[in-house]
């Protein structure tokens, strides 16, 4: 179960962000570009949330948490959503600490979330 909602939380990042870098038809669709991009973020965010919190119940990378609170999958779930989130919109306040291969996955992400922005603009005055 965990294999499949990980491929499709890699699968669905990819599709977002490759729609996303389409080219805007007209100038009118600025707005419809700008939910995109939100819908984007949010895709990300969740989808890496995902592939933490499959990753960390396979005991594949280690992610340490400073917080006092019972280690539900509740909490688990929500601790790697909230991660995931920090970040790719700040790089991270150092609440929650990624170990191992993590750290890999945390730099892919920072640069995603560095990227998206720069991707935005881009495509915005594509047509202009």
Same mark, same amino acid.
């Given at each position: 179960?965990?294999?499949? /909602?990980?491929?499709? %939380?890699?699968?669905?990042?990819?599709?977002? =962000? +490759?729609?996303?870098?389409?080219?805007?038809?007209?100038?009118?669709?600025? =707005?419809?570009?700008?939910?995109?991009?939100?819908?984007?973020? *949010?895709?990300?965010?969740?989808?890496?949330?995902?592939?933490?919190?499959?990753?960390?119940?396979?005991?594949? /990378?280690?992610?340490?948490?400073?917080? @006092?609170?019972? *280690?539900?999958?509740?909490?688990?779930?929500?601790?790697?959503?909230?991660?995931? *989130?920090? +970040? /790719?919109?700040?790089? !991270?306040?150092?609440? =929650?600490?990624? /170990?191992? $291969?993590?750290?890999?996955?945390?730099?892919?992400? %920072?640069?995603? !979330?560095?990227? $998206? @922005? *720069?991707?935005?603009?881009?495509?915005?005055?594509?047509?202009?």
């Amino acid at each position: 179960m965990l294999v499949i /909602l990980c491929t499709l %939380a890699i699968a669905g990042m990819i599709i977002s =962000i +490759t729609i996303f870098l389409y080219p805007l038809e007209t100038s009118r669709d600025s =707005i419809k570009h700008f939910f995109l991009f939100l819908f984007v973020y *949010a895709h990300t965010i969740v989808g890496f949330g995902i592939i933490y919190f499959c990753l960390s119940e396979w005991g594949l /990378l280690q992610l340490i948490d400073h917080s @006092p609170h019972t *280690a539900t999958i509740y909490h688990m779930l929500e601790d790697t959503i909230y991660f995931s *989130a920090v +970040t /790719l919109l700040t790089i !991270g306040y150092g609440d =929650i600490v990624p /170990l191992g $291969l993590a750290r890999w996955i945390v730099v892919v992400q %920072a640069l995603i !979330g560095y990227l $998206l @922005p *720069a991707s935005f603009v881009v495509t915005s005055l594509h047509n202009r």
